[in-house]
């Protein structure tokens, strides 16, 4: 599985950005997909998951209400619609995928096999 991130870039405080990730390869093999995001000298912490069978999703606490992960099936990617961003939401973001990933590993990143190669989201104050 190959996973393609784009649309990330420079909003204002209270501005708005789509996050787009395109999966291509063994997609079929795919149970979920997710984003995480890494700051300057932070560790990578978990953004959001969507689960393909069922459509769950989750969030991390501080971007709930803000933030939405969705899916496209017929294009085969996931989408992250980030709202009324903050400066803390400053960070490369990236999509990841697993094909066998069990809800209690949902938030951590080292159980995703698939990654892609992360996209820069800076909110300016």
């Known amino acids: 599985v190959q996973l393609q991130a784009s649309g990330g870039g420079l909003v204002q405080a209270g501005g708005s950005l789509r996050l787009s990730c395109a999966a291509s390869?063994?997609?079929?093999?795919?149970?979920?997909m997710a984003w995480f995001r890494q700051a300057p000298g932070k560790e990578r912490e978990f953004v959001a998951a969507?689960?393909?069978?069922?459509?769950?999703?989750y969030y991390t606490d501080s971007v709930k209400g803000r933030f939405a992960i969705s899916r496209d099936n017929a294009k085969n990617t996931v989408y992250l619609q980030m709202n009324s961003l903050k400066p803390e939401d400053t960070a490369v973001y990236y999509c990841?995928?697993?094909?066998?990933?069990?809800?209690?590993?949902?938030?951590?990143?080292?159980?995703?096999?698939?990654w892609g190669q992360g996209t820069q989201v800076t909110v300016s104050s």
């Open positions: 990841a995928a697993d094909p066998s990933i069990i809800r209690s590993e949902t938030y951590n990143p080292g159980s995703y096999d698939y």
């Open positions: 969507l689960y393909w069978r069922g459509g769950s999703t």
């Open positions: 390869g063994r997609t079929f093999s795919i149970s979920a």
